[in-house]
């Protein structure tokens, strides 16, 4: 059934499915990786970063793919070998997601999309929705994709547009209302979700990262800006703290706009989602909700001023869905942070050690500053132990250790992931900024190490990694966690100095 000698198909959607159809093909969902095919999938066979998919045809017919869909182009020719419906395009990867959404049945014109987007506070942000949605909400990030507790690991944290639109329909067959994304700018600028129906857009911020990917911090706002001019989208959720913010605020399409600040003069807009009264207590912190239809107070486990913005996003999207602040407030006080964001281990009689993913100057600088109250409060010193990622926006190097070196007592420079970049060199990099600070490359004697000298009413900043259950070295992950490696340091310690 090959058509081979045709002219490369070119058309929407529809119509590549429609002949699909005609040759046979009964078609029920998609897939762009032949070791996730399921019986009647189309499979769609392009170039990507890692591997050609044209590779794997006959791999994901055998996994019950029904039809293919492949790039045309290059030195491929379809293998006489394999006899399925299948339809030759041009520029697939673009045309993935129109693909892959339609034989889905467009599932998100059954639930509401809602993409998280910004520097910091995606993952956060996507989880908390998830958790205090008031029906049932599906997640897709850094941590994985599932429902609140249910999370399985996908590697991406915004998914190739077909395990996307395969994602979303098993959510819609699981009764989900709404799922909330992680909307990476890459993945944005990849097309990754392309043909989905984004519902609410919300605008974190904007701050220095990935501009190995897009070059200039222009361009990486444009990519951001892209989704708040996505086609049908109902609200826009933005950061009115953020300069970028206020001006997506006068930009963006979408039908209805809620800005959240913590400002006391925040810009005028229809729809504010504030705090006031912000104070951090024993147990966290509290804060005046207001908003709209209602004000409460809110009591949170949770620590650090950005944290507050980041739940007054959350709030935002909780209230257009129908709830009104004091079941926002009744929800937020069980919120706690994500795994690898402020998560922390000790305390008490030892050293009080907070893992966080900060890898930006902006995260970086963000969780020293909470945490210096947390020092302050227990009379003792703020260290930092942190590297930077190989491979990745070099510039942001000295710039962390700047940060480092002005916000915490005592500075260990020390391996991330240097993936293919020498280890000491990146560190190098860092320590032109941060010249007094000490180094030991291995980060798990750098933590240990760390843990076992300080005072027992010390805070210690493992930063970079989070919940990252590897280290990536020359190509290679090799299991490595930041709070296992704290926890084994802890137990040492409590060993050596019984209490």
């Keep these: 059934m090959s058509i081979v000698g045709r002219d490369v198909f070119v058309g929407d959607a529809n119509g590549a499915l429609a002949e699909l159809a005609s040759q046979g093909a009964q078609i029920r969902g998609a897939a762009d990786d032949s070791r996730r095919v399921r019986a009647g999938d189309v499979f769609l066979a392009y170039p990507g970063d890692l591997a050609d998919g044209r590779n794997f045809i006959a791999d994901a017919v055998a996994r019950g793919a029904v039809a293919v869909v492949w790039e045309a182009g290059g030195d491929f020719v379809w293998p006489t070998d394999v006899r399925v419906p299948n339809l030759p395009v041009a520029r697939l990867r673009a045309f993935a997601g129109a693909l892959a959404h339609a034989a889905c049945a467009r599932p998100t014109e059954r639930l509401s999309l809602i993409a998280v987007t910004g520097t910091n506070g995606k993952t956060s942000i996507s989880q908390w929705i998830a958790q205090t949605y008031p029906r049932p909400c599906g997640v897709i990030g850094t941590l994985g994709v599932g429902l609140p507790g249910k999370l399985a690991d996908t590697g991406f944290t915004t998914p190739q547009a077909a395990t996307l639109a395969r994602t979303l329909a098993d959510f819609v067959a699981d009764e989900a209302s709404a799922c909330a994304i992680e909307a990476s700018s890459i993945g944005i600028e990849e097309g990754r979700l392309n043909a989905a129906r984004v519902d609410v857009a919300v605008f974190t911020n904007l701050t220095r990262d990935h501009l190995d990917y897009h070059g200039s911090m222009a361009a990486y706002a444009a990519a951001k800006e892209k989704l708040f001019t996505w086609p049908r989208l109902r609200l826009a959720v933005i950061n009115l703290d953020d300069p970028f913010g206020r001006e997506l605020a006068s930009r963006t399409t979408a039908t209805r706009i809620i800005g959240y600040s913590q400002a006391e003069k925040p810009p005028a807009l229809p729809g504010l989602v504030l705090a006031e009264n912000v104070m951090n207590t024993p147990e966290g912190m509290s804060f005046r909700l207001v908003a709209p239809n209602g004000r409460a107070y809110v009591d949170t486990p949770l620590i650090g001023r950005f944290n507050i913005s980041n739940l007054l996003a959350v709030a935002a999207v909780l209230i257009d869905a129908g709830m009104t602040p004091r079941q926002v407030a009744e929800r937020f006080a069980t919120l706690s942070a994500p795994p690898g964001r402020l998560e922390t281990l000790g305390g008490g009689n030892q050293p009080l050690v907070v893992v966080d993913y900060a890898h930006t100057p902006d995260a970086l600088s963000n969780a020293l500053t909470a945490l210096r109250d947390v020092a302050r409060a227990r009379g003792a010193a703020l260290r930092v132990v942190f590297g930077c990622g190989g491979d990745r926006d070099a510039g942001k190097r000295p710039l962390m250790g700047e940060i480092a070196t002005q916000l915490a007592d005592s500075v ?22 941060a010249p007094t600070a000490t180094v030991i490359a291995d980060r798990a004697t750098a933590i240990q190490q760390v843990i076992s000298a300080a005072h027992p009413a010390d805070v210690i900043l493992l930063a970079g990694k989070g ?33």
């Design 412 to 433: 260990t420079l020390t391996s991330d992931n240097p993936r293919s970049e020498d280890p000491h060199a990146i560190i190098e990099d860092i320590r032109r900024a």
């Design 467 to 499: 919940h990252e259950p590897y280290q990536e070295i020359n190509g290679v992950r090799r299991p490595f966690s930041d709070h296992a490696e704290a926890g084994k340091a802890l137990a040492t310690r409590l060993e050596s100095f019984p209490q």
